[in-house]
């Protein structure tokens, strides 16, 4: 294996990389464990719910909980959807076909966003956009603090 030198000062203090052995790489596996997509899905679809009873009771107008609900709808359900397509492929065995399978569930993602955000008008009477932004933005960084709040996670020195 050909070794190239680095070019500039930053890629020479960044040479200090060592790969894990296979026995570092297992104990830092158990000391991070993986969490399930469906835990975060169904966390943020209980997040969602908290949201639109909150709107509800602090505008006291049951069309603002509607409206942050239905935002909250626009992030789960294509969460779901992505999370199914996606870990249907996982064990593909070819890697070039899981990246195009992860982009195409992306794509359809984002596709069923937008559509149910251009339906929402239609199908939310007396639509808070405002309320249903704040249900999205919400929901959508309920991963966050799953990914925090995770058990088993223990910081490497």
Excluded: C
């Amino acid at each position: 294996m050909k070794t190239i030198a680095p070019e500039t000062e930053t890629e020479a203090e960044g040479s200090d990389f060592k790969p894990l052995t296979a026995q570092e790489a297992e104990l830092w596996r158990s000391r991070n464990p993986p969490i399930s997509v469906w835990k975060v899905v169904a966390g943020q679809a209980f997040v969602g719910m908290l949201v639109a009873l909150v709107a509800w009771l602090l505008t006291g107008r049951a069309q603002v909980g509607w409206s942050a609900a239905y935002g909250a709808v626009a992030v789960v359900v294509p969460a779901a959807l992505f999370a199914r397509g996606v870990l249907r492929h996982k064990a593909s065995a070819n890697p070039r076909a899981a990246m195009l399978g992860f982009f195409g569930w992306e794509i359809a993602k984002i596709v069923l966003t937008v559509s149910l955000l251009a339906a929402a008008p239609r199908l939310v009477p007396g639509l808070s956009w405002i309320a249903l932004l704040t249900g999205m933005v919400i929901t959508m960084k309920t991963y966050w603090v799953a990914l925090l709040v995770r058990p088993g996670v223990q910081k490497t020195d």
